[in-house]
Every structure is written in C-alpha cells, then in structure tokens.
T-cell receptor, first 113, second 117 residues
Framework: DQQVKQNSPSLSVQEGRISILNCDYTNSMFDYFLWYKKYPAEGPTFLIS?????DKNEDGRFTVFLNKSAKHLSLHIVPSQPGDSAVYFC????????????FGKGTTLSVSS | NAGVMQNPRHLVRRRGQEARLRCSPMKGHSHVYWYRQLPEEGLKFMVYLQKENIIDESGMPKERFSAEFPKEGPSILRIQQVVRGDSAAYFC???????????????FGSGTRLTVV
C-alpha cells in the first residue's frame, strides 16, 4: 500500500519553461514533506522541504506547494534548465524528526534545450 | 570534507553467499540510515543507527539482514544467504542530529548496487 504516490513516471519540458512535478499522499499523519533529486549512479540530493503548517516554500528556482485538504503537493521549477534532468522523489515523514522517510517511486524529468 | 562514502559501489554475489555493505558517514555525523531501492521503486527505509546502537529497525526484513555501527569504523549492512530478490541499490545516509528535518535532509551516499546471480 503506497502512502506516497508519484503518478507520472516521466515528464518532458523545454528549457526555460516551468516543470511541475506532482505527489499525492494518503497518510494524514504526515507532518513534513521533502523533495530529493537523483542523478544516475548517485545518491539522492535534498532539494527543498515543507512543513504541514505551511502551504508554500520557495528556494530560488524551486517552489513546493502543499494542499493538505487534497493531500497533494507539487514541486515547481522555474525556469527549467537541462541540468535539472534527473529523477525527482517526493518523501514524507510522520515523526517529528524525520527519522524514517517514506518515498514515492519518482518522476524522471527531462529538460530539452 | 568527504561526503558519505559507500563501498563497494558494485557487488555481485551468488545465491547463498553473504553480502557486506559498508558506509562511512560524513565527518561529524553520528546518525546513520540505510535505505533500499528495488528496481522501479522508491527508496524504502530499513534501519536507523547511532554509534553502537540500533534505534529503529522497523524496515529491516526479519531474517538474514543485520546492521551495526560500531564505535570505530563504518556502519555495516550484512545480508546472509542472499537470494535474487535482494538485488537492489542500497543507500546509506548520515546526519549530524536525528532525522532529516532541520538537517536539510539527510546526506546520502552514492549507494551499493548488489546483484545476486
């Protein structure tokens, strides 16, 4: 039973346009959400996070939006760059420290120049 | 400042053999986490350790898998009598305090890709 779902396995966008990656969750006890980026043959790299008490968090070109009533979050990348091409994982935590993260299956983003 | 170091990067084992995966956390990090990624899946939490202590092993399979983080040396994930279903990428992460929150996420290593033939 998947508690964190990324229903789009892949997404293709053109350089300079907006990339929107989506994530849905089922567990209303999740308190914190994180996005990780992963290149082939490397480990995931932390991108951005959001607490359940907020609905938006921005960091440069990356913005995460959280809609608690819909149990949905999204990652916006503006403008998209070819170097953003990677697998993006959504992760959630229900403990206050984020000891054990629950990951989605990932979305592969391809940004073409 | 080296990142999280995992070795070997690739490991091939025959069914029934033992696999030992090593993880050296970042300098100053005393919290270690192991995750497994099966093909076409997300990462799944296995175990959380501090020096000489297993804190949370709720994601560890009940048999054949064990983990340790000794006072000196790297953390070790051991899989005994490997089976084909153990083939996966195993990632280790570390943090200076408990958990990913407030630590800007964990810092992950590049993983060990285990192939059981």
């Amino acid at each position: 039973d998947q508690q964190v779902k990324q229903n789009s396995p892949s997404l293709s966008v053109q350089e300079g346009r907006i990339s929107i990656l989506n994530c849905d969750y089922t567990n209303s006890m999740f308190d914190y959400f994180l996005w990780y980026k992963k290149y082939p043959a490397e480990g995931p790299t932390f991108l951005i996070s959001i607490s359940s008490i907020k609905d938006k968090n921005e960091d440069g070109r990356f913005t995460v939006f959280l809609n608690k009533s819909a149990k949905h979050l999204s990652l916006h990348i503006v403008p998209s760059q070819p170097g953003d091409s990677a697998v993006y994982f959504c992760a959630a935590s229900e403990d206050q420290a984020g000891t054990a993260l629950i990951f989605g299956k990932g979305t592969t983003l391809s940004v073409s120049s | 400042n080296a990142g999280v170091m995992q070795n070997p990067r690739h490991l091939v084992r025959r069914r029934g053999q033992e696999a030992r995966l090593r993880c050296s956390p970042m300098k100053g990090h005393s919290h270690v986490y192991w995750y497994r990624q099966l093909p076409e899946e997300g990462l799944k939490f296995m175990v959380y350790l501090q020096k000489e202590n297993i804190i949370d092993e709720s994601g560890m399979p009940k048999e054949r898998f064990s983990a340790e983080f000794p006072k000196e040396g790297p953390s070790i994930l051991r899989i005994q009598q490997v089976v084909r279903g153990d083939s996966a990428a195993y990632f280790c992460a570390s943090s200076p305090r408990q958990g990913a929150l407030g630590n800007y996420g964990y810092t992950f290593g590049s993983g060990t890709r285990l192939t059981v033939v």
